[in-house]
């Protein structure tokens, strides 16, 4: 079994900068595809960015050229950069890891944007 344990939620002013964390607790982290999701109150949770073991990206449309997705293999962490938040972005944000079919996820962190 892998644990996600997120980190880096909080309130920020609109406008603002946060830096999500998500550490692994396994060796092989570098052959998962790594995803930021978020859920909003009364919405369904949304893929947020996905970062693949070979290092492609994607990107939601709501944040692309705001966020930023990447990894440190060595630390078995993935990080989201999120640069000019908008209150639509408040959400709680989880961290997702997958390879093939098994799928892990963490807790969860808090984010609230205010305008």
């Known amino acids: 079994q892998v644990q996600l344990v997120e980190s880096g939620g909080g309130l920020v002013q609109a406008g603002g900068s946060l830096r999500l964390s998500c550490v692994a607790s396994?060796?092989?982290?570098?052959?998962?595809?790594m995803e930021w999701y978020r859920q909003a109150p009364g919405k369904q949770r949304e893929v947020v960015a996905t970062?693949?073991?070979?290092?492609?990206?994607n990107y939601t449309d709501s944040v692309k050229g705001r966020f930023t997705i990447s990894r440190d293999n060595a630390k078995n962490a993935v990080y989201l950069r999120m640069n000019r938040l908008q209150p639509e972005d408040t959400a709680v944000y989880y961290c997702?890891?997958?390879?093939?079919?098994?799928?892990?996820w963490g807790q969860g962190t808090q984010v609230t944007v205010s305008s």
């Open positions: 396994r060796s092989n982290f570098g052959i998962l595809t």
């Open positions: 970062l693949t073991s070979s290092g492609t990206t």
């Open positions: 997702r890891g997958s390879y093939y079919s098994v799928q892990y």
